[in-house]
């Protein structure tokens, strides 16, 4: 009798998970997910708040102290509470684990807690509050904001294969649920200069009638790109033109200003013992995008090294480090962690990962010799393909493209390509063919439904671990809307004055 029941659920279960691969929106997606998780148990699992996975005990201990404190409006003593510790892991709540047991979301008690600490913030965040003075609750929000950190988006490189993260910005956006702050090396540079250039309802009008996929699989310039003896037979004007088609005439600190968007674009030097950069507002505000797109796009063998460029204070174009030439940014820094970390105060992160192989959704291994055993094979791979680079390099007559090989094969075997959410493809590497194919309409437009089919399960998750963060940014943001309002409002008063004393 078990063993029937279990066969029928396990067919129905099928079914279910079949009908998901193909919904066509999210919304049905996450219907069907609440089935899913009906079926299997794992609701049970979400409304039960016990697990060894975390410390249910001290959140519940935590969330009725919080709620108790707002309910009687005892905010001297909720600000307290919420100073004691706004951070993802409180209690380990924030382990990978706890979020892909069901389908729709994690434990509801870890929910419940989060939703409170925000409704709290939100609470205390009303310029005129009355009890505690502003000053000391922007102080609170400030500081609350760096010891939480921040939310980012990395995508990948992967030549075509990189639209992927088209649908995955779509259905982010349209879930309230994209970062700020967004990296891109090579096709992912590209994506990432089409989302930091637009507003998210410019953006979204993109895919409306499949505009996007017709625009990115015109090809009015008849290009043809494949590996070659040389970059020669490439015409960059076509390519300058055609690139000028999709992404604005704007430079790192334009596009931010419009959209609040921190782009961060990755570039790797054509010339050895040369240095990666990460080009964005802060570092290179005045750099023209496209240049930075179409250097961290030049992969060698297909695209000569590129120059980049910048506008000057007369807002004319002009050479940046005019004695540099750049490549393919995916080759030095494919994921910029550590980089946007000290740039954003960034310790969450979203990959959108399109090349097959580099990184999966695995359980990982628990504590034990096997973690260790394979924990030192990777680490002993590395060391050994490292000493033979380095012998190669000092025993033997490297021409500069060997040196640049050689470093960027260094620079690869120290990337890590998986993150604390990791948004991969279904295709697997049969699909690296397709990496500098042109495709038809119909092909562009299903490899980004792709992207937003592969994002759906993991927008839960994504959801309730940046709903805090989300919370304080928006709560910081009113405030530097606000302040810069009052600075225009206060100069032209000061202006005012100043006319009116001349005139008298």
Not at 147 to 164: K, W
Not at 443 to 464: D, F, N, Q, S
Request: net charge positive; with cysteine; proline share 4%.
């Amino acid at each position: 009798m078990n063993i029937r029941k279990y066969s029928r659920k396990s067919r129905s279960l099928r079914e279910v998970e079949r009908e998901m691969l193909q919904a066509p929106s999210y919304e049905h997606w996450l219907a069907l997910a609440g089935d899913h998780d009906s079926e299997s148990g794992a609701d049970q699992w979400r409304r039960n708040d016990e697990s060894r996975l975390y410390d249910h005990a001290s959140i519940s201990k935590r969330l009725n102290r919080l709620r108790t404190l707002r309910k009687k409006g005892d905010d001297h003593a909720l600000l307290f509470a919420l100073n004691e510790g706004i951070h993802g892991n409180m209690a380990g709540m924030g382990r990978a684990a706890l979020y892909q047991r069901a389908r729709s979301g994690t434990k509801v008690l870890i929910e419940e807690y989060i939703n409170e600490i925000r409704d709290s913030l939100n609470y205390l965040a009303p310029r005129d509050f009355p009890g505690i003075p502003w000053a000391q609750r922007i102080e609170f929000f400030q500081r609350a904001s760096h010891c939480y950190g921040r939310s980012a988006l990395m995508l990948s490189g992967g030549g075509t294969l990189g639209y992927f993260h088209f649908g995955v910005i779509k259905t982010l956006i349209e879930q309230g649920l994209c970062p700020a702050v967004i990296s891109g090396a090579s096709a992912g540079a590209f994506v990432a200069s089409i989302v930091g250039t637009r507003t998210d309802a410019e953006y979204l009008q993109l895919f409306e009638k499949n505009y996007l996929a017709r625009a990115l699989t015109a090809n009015r310039g008849n290009i043809k790109i494949g590996f070659s003896s040389g970059s020669d037979k490439v015409d960059m004007k076509v390519i300058k033109r055609e690139m000028a088609r999709m992404i604005p005439d704007m430079t790192f600190l334009e596009a931010y200003e419009k959209t609040g968007r921190s782009i961060n674009i990755t570039i790797s030097p054509a010339e050895p013992r040369q240095n990666s950069r990460l080009l964005n507002h802060i570092a290179s505000p005045n750099v023209t995008i496209r240049s930075a797109v179409l250097a961290s796009s030049a992969l060698p063998g297909v695209f000569p090294p590129v120059q980049l460029e910048a506008r000057n204070v007369h807002g004319k174009v002009q050479p940046y480090l005019p004695s540099r030439r750049w490549i393919d940014g995916s080759f030095s820094q494919d994921l910029p962690a550590k980089r946007l970390a000290r740039l954003y105060s960034v310790n969450h992160f979203i990959v959108s990962q399109v090349m097959p192989g580099l990184g999966r959704d695995e359980p990982r291994l628990r504590p034990g010799i096997r973690k260790i055993t394979s924990d030192a094979a990777v680490a002993a791979t590395k060391e050994i393909v490292r000493g033979c680079l380095d012998f190669a390099q000092r025993r033997l007559t490297v021409g500069p493209r060997m040196g640049v090989a050689m470093n960027t094969i260094n620079a690869l075997i120290d990337q890590q390509f998986t993150a604390d959410i990791n948004i991969f493809p279904g295709y697997g590497l049969s699909s690296l063919g397709a990496i500098l194919k042109m495709l038809s309409e119909e092909e562009m437009a299903e490899l980004i439904m792709e992207g937003e089919r592969a994002t759906w399960p993991k927008v839960p998750a994504i959801r309730v671990t940046t709903r805090i963060g989300r919370a304080l940014d928006r709560i910081l943001h009113d405030f530097e809307e606000e302040e810069a309002h009052w600075l225009k409002s206060a100069r032209r008063a000061k202006a005012g004055r100043k006319a009116r004393r001349r005139a008298a």
